[in-house]
């Protein structure tokens, strides 16, 4: 479908505006749950064990990759929802539509043919526009028709595309996460002199870990997605080309009949399984003997 700008600025404002809204609720929990309660103000409390992996992921990491990860989960989350309210039949090809266009051609109405494809925005249409503008050289159609399916069926791929870069990034951004996490918490045994308790060590793999978990949460609904995604697109696209082609053909001018000139020669018309009679060659009189002088 085409492209609007004011759509795609709503939505990134709206995406941004949820990130936010995700980051400030996520740091406010870890602020509340890292605050030491009334009346213990004196000595350092120690840190609460968290009870689960969401805990320790709120009070612990707080970094720069995991809002990465926040935001590109909040993306691929609405790119889920657009692909599959998008990416479907009653949408790339309705049949109102099919019909609308099967009509105006049974009436032979091909300028408002052209002007009913021209503003309609479902894949049938915008693929069968640039043939009618090629009339009347059918082949010429033909060759528009195909080349604007082509660039309909890389426009759908390229839409559910993101789905597959987030899906990639996310065990790649996990991994930086843990190898950071790791780097710190060696580097914290190393200011101890060796001297860290394993539960000191143990803590600074589990939050290390934290981002791998992360990662992953992130790439496997995405890339699920975009496979199932990916088949729709095909099997529509697909779909989408043979109704294009049908009606283009209902367009398809008729072809010349053979002219009857051959008739009005007198020669013969060649029916159909009925041998035509071949010619006897008549033997030609030999030329007259010379008279004696």
Known sequence: ?????RSKFRLLAVMAILAAGAMLVMYGSAFAQSTPAAGTTGAAAPPAVPSNVF?????????????????????????????????????????????????????????????????????????????LKRAPSFSSMKEAMETALGEQTAEQFRKIEYLNIIGNLGPLLGLMGTVLGMITAFLEMFR??????????????????????????????????FGVFRTIVDRLTVQGALVAEELLLMIKPAEAKPSSSSSRSGGAVPQPGVPMPRKVPVPMAPPPAPANM
């Open 192 to 225: 101890k002199s060796g001297a860290a308790s394993p539960g000191d060590l143990a803590h600074g793999i589990a939050v290390a870990l934290c981002h791998t978990f992360l990662g992953l949460a992130l790439a496997v609904p995405c890339l699920a997605a």
């Open 55 to 131: 805990g320790l992921i709120l009070q612990n990491v707080m970094d720069p990759i995991f809002f990465v990860i926040v935001a590109l989960s909040i993306v691929g989350l609405t790119l889920i929802i657009q692909s599959a309210i998008k990416n479907r039949a009653a949408v790339m090809m309705p049949e109102a539509t099919v019909n609308h266009i099967r009509d105006l051609i049974g009436q032979r109405q091909f300028k408002e043919l052209i002007e009913y494809t021209e503003s309609d925005p479902t894949f049938i249409s915008r693929a069968l526009n640039p043939a």
């Open 1 to 5: 479908m085409r492209s609007n700008p």
